[in-house]
């Protein structure tokens, strides 16, 4: 990573931050940076970079974990103290529902997100359509 900065300042670039995905060797690299989830940026010849993370990837990894777990949260339109859980399947049983309707509510999705297989399951506008605020 020194050698790809390095190579970018002489070339004349002015690096202001480095995005990577959430691998291990990213993290390992930052690590070694010294840049941390409080301190996300690091100092490289006299300058910060700031060290992010790919937002898509990220997107992507949270579907990934919504698929092997349910999600619990406080849900302000319930006005219940009782937290609501949310699983993979309620998307599947309501989107099976609407598909047998006229109009669509989720005229968007498609059956390739139904059964996220190894082909369609980090295509980020996939992931994006089911994990939008609408759905």
């Not at 992507?60 to 993979?88: A, G």
């Not at 309707?101 to 999705?109: A, D, E, K, Q």
Request: aromatic share 14%; charged share 15%.
């Amino acid at each position: 990573m020194n050698e790809d900065l390095g190579a970018c300042q002489n070339a004349g670039l002015h690096v202001v931050a480095t995005i990577c995905d959430m691998s291990a060797n990213h993290a390992k690299i930052l690590k070694l940076l010294v840049a941390t989830r409080w301190k996300p940026f690091f100092k490289f010849q006299n300058q910060y970079i700031v060290a992010v993370y790919d937002s898509p990837h990220h997107l992507k990894c949270t579907r990934i974990l919504f698929l092997k777990y349910d999600v619990q949260f406080e849900s302000k339109l319930m006005h219940n103290q009782l937290p609501v859980t949310s699983k993979w399947e309620h998307i599947l049983y309501v989107y099976i529902w609407d598909k047998q309707n006229i109009v669509c509510l989720f005229y968007n999705l498609t059956d390739a997100y139904e059964s996220p297989v190894a082909q369609y399951a980090m295509k980020f506008g996939l992931v994006a359509q089911v994990m939008s605020n609408t759905i």
